[in-house]
């Protein structure tokens, strides 16, 4: 790629108020395909939002050693999974990439090194919930990578210095799920509305409690806390995309929570909207 070529970010995207910043609980692949409260859910926020210039997503399924960034003109759709009916496979979300927001992204969050990559495109965890959100797939949308070898607190200040991309229509959206073991689920009873088993109640209290009071230290520091968040979080991949979304949060802007619901007793459905 030359990056010489490449215009500066203000010649493309024209300044903008602030963008919202999204985190959305994904869940299961198959929410890609079906109707449900959550899929609901994001297409009613997605009302309230403004016509973004393009999407920067932080998603669960891109855990790299490293930061990169998706650079490439036309991602592929990445259907990272198995066991599912044969029509999720044949989803296409053929968004457009943005090669200039990828530059940029790398420059703004230097020293950190950011690799441009050409090689991922669109998992998952960004494709089967912004394809809700614009089903016409007419918004470019890069993804930014977590490397896996950083603590929660450098996600949340490598997330503060992505907020002036807010202020050139970037829609940024952390997507993964804040309780999330996996291992633990009852999947006979999927479909069993708001089911928690207690240690995930009280999680899902607590961390709740912690969103709306603005109180985001201990949910930095998640590895400290009581044993129930310790089952909530027992791998930190699809935690740290809520870190990203609250490392945007500025002076005066709310939380509203939304698709706040349990479900096959050890996962959470929360989202939540910054604006």
């Known amino acids: 790629m030359n990056l010489a070529s490449l215009n500066n970010l203000s010649e493309i995207f024209s300044n903008t108020a602030t963008m919202p910043a999204l985190f959305l609980g994904h869940g299961s692949p198959m929410n890609a395909i079906e109707e449900n409260e959550f899929t609901s859910g994001f297409r009613e926020v997605a009302k309230s939002l403004p016509t973004p210039n393009a999407i920067l997503c932080v998603s669960a399924h891109w855990f790299t050693h490293g930061t990169k ?8 759709t990445i259907h990272d999974f198995g066991g599912f009916p044969q029509a999720l496979y044949e989803v296409e979300y053929p968004a457009k990439g943005s090669p200039e927001l990828a530059v940029e992204t790398k420059k703004i969050l230097e020293p950190t090194l950011v690799e441009l990559d050409e090689k991922w495109g669109l998992d998952h965890g960004a494709w089967s919930v912004i394809k809700h959100l614009y089903p016409q797939a007419n918004i470019p949308v890069i993804q930014l990578s977590i490397d ?7 996600h949340y200040e490598l997330a503060q210095k992505l907020n002036s991309l807010r202020q050139k229509g970037i829609l940024i959206i952390g997507s993964g799920n804040i309780i999330h ?10 479909h069993k509305d708001n089911y928690g088993y207690d240690w995930a109640i009280e999680a899902h209290a607590t961390i709740n409690k912690y969103l709306t009071e603005g109180n985001y230290q201990p949910l930095i520091e998640y590895e400290k806390q009581a044993k129930a968040i310790q089952f909530a979080i027992p791998t930190p991949e699809h935690y740290l995309p809520l870190i990203y979304t609250l490392g945007l949060q500025q002076k005066k802007e709310n939380i509203q929570l939304f698709n706040d619901k349990l479900v096959g007793g050890s996962l959470s459905m929360t989202s939540l909207k910054i604006s």
């Open 148 to 154: 896996y070898t950083k603590p929660p607190s450098y």
């Open 69 to 76: 960034v998706t650079a490439m003109e036309m991602p592929p």
């Open 181 to 190: 073991n996996l291992r633990l689920a009852d999947f006979a009873n999927m």
